[in-house]
């Protein structure tokens, strides 16, 4: 349960006001001709730019459940923590109020150029370094979510879900952009909706955690 919620946490991420418009200037960054060559490097490209925020997202997952480790005797002080910091990040997605640097939207450059693979992985290291308002509150949640399990390979491998979550969507839009822009344009037109249940999320998996319900869960499931 707790993979599946930070790995949905990264597709909600992926699909956020401040990534998803933005993803054909990636795709340009990826790839930028046609032909199978160009498909081929697109795809390479893309899959590097993941790598490279992976390893940022892992290391930072096993700096979270390596300080919830350290905390392991205030166990209900860390989940009631960081779960009102949950709780708040989704009051502010579901619109009850606004956390000003949660909405700050980057844009990668207007004159990027096609990118070879060294260069890629580079791009998405400066993306998980960089980028954090971008990914702000959802990164922010699966972190926290990582300390308050006090496992130092169980808060890596809930960023590895997280890394995926946002990842796979980007591999695959890099190789069917075409294909996905119906879809697109459907989450464009009802952004307001998705965020107001992506907050509705938040605030739920915040309670669930301060009032210890979260941990009994986990551990019935183990």
Same mark, same amino acid.
């Not at 464009?188 to 509705?200: A, D, E, F, L, S």
């Given at each position: 349960?707790?993979?599946?919620?930070?790995?949905?946490?990264?597709? +909600?991420?992926?699909?956020?006001? #401040?990534?998803?418009?933005?993803?054909?200037? @990636?795709?340009?960054?990826?790839?930028?001709?046609?032909?199978?060559? =160009?498909?081929?490097?697109? *795809?390479?490209?893309? #899959?590097?730019?993941?790598?490279?925020?992976?390893?940022?997202?892992?290391?930072? =997952?096993? $700096?979270?459940?390596? *300080?919830?480790?350290?905390?392991?005797?205030?166990?209900?002080?860390?989940?009631?923590?960081?779960?009102?910091?949950?709780?708040?990040?989704?009051?502010? @997605?579901?619109?009850? $109020?606004?956390?000003? $640097?949660?909405?700050?939207?980057?844009?990668?450059?207007?004159? +990027? !150029?096609?990118?070879?693979?060294?260069?890629?992985?580079?791009?998405?290291?400066?993306?998980?370094? =960089?980028?954090?308002?971008?990914?702000?509150?959802?990164?922010?949640?699966?972190?926290?979510?990582?300390?308050?399990?006090?496992?130092?390979?169980? =808060?890596?491998?809930?960023?590895?879900?997280?890394?995926?979550?946002?990842?796979?969507?980007?591999?695959? #839009?890099?190789?069917?952009?075409?294909?996905?822009?119906?879809?697109?344009?459907?989450?464009?037109?009802?952004?307001?909706?998705?965020? !107001?249940? #992506?907050?509705?999320?938040?605030?739920?998996?915040? +309670?669930?955690?301060?009032?210890?319900?979260?941990?009994? *869960?986990?551990?019935?499931?183990?």
């Amino acid at each position: 349960m707790q993979y599946f919620i930070t790995f949905l946490e990264g597709i +909600i991420t992926f699909i956020s006001p #401040c990534i998803l418009p933005m993803i054909p200037m @990636y795709i340009l960054y990826f790839g930028g001709d046609q032909g199978r060559n =160009g498909r081929d490097r697109t *795809l390479r490209n893309a #899959c590097m730019f993941t790598a490279g925020f992976t390893v940022v997202f892992a290391l930072l =997952g096993l $700096f979270a459940g390596t *300080l919830g480790s350290l905390l392991n005797d205030h166990t209900q002080t860390v989940n009631i923590l960081t779960g009102a910091v949950v709780t708040v990040f989704g009051l502010h @997605y579901a619109g009850i $109020f606004r956390i000003g $640097f949660l909405d700050k939207t980057l844009k990668p450059r207007s004159d +990027i !150029r096609p990118a070879g693979a060294v260069s890629a992985f580079l791009f998405g290291i400066v993306f998980a370094v =960089g980028w954090s308002p971008c990914t702000g509150a959802f990164l922010g949640s699966a972190m926290l979510l990582a300390a308050s399990q006090a496992s130092r390979i169980t =808060g890596m491998v809930l960023l590895l879900c997280y890394s995926l979550g946002l990842g796979i969507p980007f591999v695959l #839009c890099a190789v069917l952009i075409d294909k996905f822009k119906n879809a697109f344009d459907y989450i464009k037109k009802h952004y307001q909706t998705i965020n !107001r249940v #992506c907050g509705v999320f938040l605030i739920a998996t915040g +309670i669930l955690m301060m009032t210890g319900v979260f941990s009994k *869960l986990m551990n019935l499931l183990r």
